[in-house]
T-cell receptor
């Protein structure tokens, strides 16, 4: 069975600074997807970034980027130039690839990020 | 405007009552999911459905039931058998199939409180 671990329950960063959120996962699959979701105080889950395991290049979306280390089963999220609107709970999630896929997501327990003015 | 809607936003239930949470999507997605969110535990899968008139249990299905009579609708019933139903419930949908973008889209959630 797959598991996702987020070892940082809470983090804090100053506005305009850079912060990295950690995520590790365990799987025997070779084909899978990894995601970071953001849940602000409104509680709406918003997809931040996705990574296909077969791609060596790290995904980037504006100020958000990942460091995907497949051998180490590590998938960290870097937020550059942090903004007050980045304050949210961040969830790392795993999805098996096509071929066994129901597109089920397995979530970590989340990291609560507070951006300080 | 395409998206997922959940209603109601807040729901209060007396012990021993069944309640049904609504989830509707107009994204033409094949798959739909129900998650439960508790503090410090992330999201846990209750039920999911890949096709109309078919659904499968997730990790915490006991005390819950679902139906999928239409592609766009996937209501969740929280029965009196659910021992600790107070939680935040999220519905999601996803396209399936080769070439589909493998990600889930979430509704705004329903907060259920048992009085």
């Amino acid at each position: 069975a797959q598991t996702v671990t987020q070892s940082q329950p809470e983090m804090s960063v100053q506005e305009a600074e850079t912060v990295t959120l950690s995520c590790t996962y365990d799987t025997s699959e070779n084909n899978y997807y990894l995601f970071w979701y953001k849940q602000p105080p409104s509680r709406q889950m918003i997809l931040v970034i996705r990574q296909e395991a077969y791609k060596q290049q790290n995904a980037t979306e504006n100020r958000f980027s990942v460091n995907f280390q497949k051998a180490a089963k590590s998938f960290s999220l870097k937020i550059s130039d942090s903004q007050l609107g980045d304050t949210a709970m961040y969830f790392c999630a795993f999805m098996k690839g096509y071929g066994g896929a129901t597109n089920k997501l397995i979530f970590g327990t989340g990291t609560l990020l507070a951006v300080q003015p | 405007d395409g998206g997922i809607t959940q209603s109601p936003k807040y729901l209060f239930r007396k012990e021993g009552q069944n309640v049904t949470l609504s989830c509707e999507q107009n994204l033409n997605h094949d798959a739909m999911y129900w998650y439960r969110q508790d503090p410090g535990q992330g999201l846990r899968l209750i039920y999911y459905s890949q096709i109309v008139n078919d659904f499968q249990k997730g990790d915490i299905a006991e005390g819950y039931s679902v139906s999928r009579e239409k592609k766009e609708s996937f209501p969740l019933t929280v029965t009196s058998a659910q021992k600790n139903p107070t939680a935040f419930y999220l519905c999601a949908s996803s396209p399936l199939g080769q070439g589909a973008r493998n990600e889930q889209f979430f509704g705004p959630g329903t907060r259920l409180t048992v009085l």
